[in-house]
């Protein structure tokens, strides 16, 4: 890509060298356009939505039961990723395919952002 500009430039005469620029920016621009706009998570929706996780993975994230895994300050990429393999069935495990099912993609995002602002990554242990 960046030949085929280099190409356009010194084929050019100077004129309309400004409208080329002005529209390469702008390609830019429309390219980079949904990255910028891509929905992050809310944790204050999160955690009106982890309401039924509390049950197995605590109010918080710790879980008081060795056999559920603490969510409370894992990383939020790590959380989207597992729930989204859940719904899908990528990942399997009959609870939390149940839960995770009817998740939309923003559900997924809210819960991870909620998960992710806990205190809890540093220590994994239960108490």
């Not at 960046?2 to 830019?28: E, F, H, P």
């Amino acid at each position: 890509m960046s030949q085929l500009i280099l190409l356009r430039l010194a084929a050019n005469d100077g004129t309309g060298m400004k409208t080329m620029i002005k529209n390469t920016i702008l390609a830019l621009l429309m390219v980079s356009l949904p990255l910028t706009l891509a929905a992050k998570g809310d944790a204050n929706s999160g955690k009106e939505k982890a309401k039924v996780c509390e049950a197995c993975h605590g109010l918080d994230g710790k879980s008081v039961d060795p056999s559920y895994p603490n969510l409370a300050g894992q990383h939020e990429s790590y959380l989207q990723k597992a729930l989204g393999d859940y719904r899908s069935g990528r990942r399997t495990n009959p609870i939390m395919a149940g839960f995770a099912g009817p998740l939309a993609d923003q559900d997924i995002k809210d819960l991870a952002a909620w998960y992710s602002s806990q205190d809890g990554l540093k220590d994994l242990s239960i108490k």
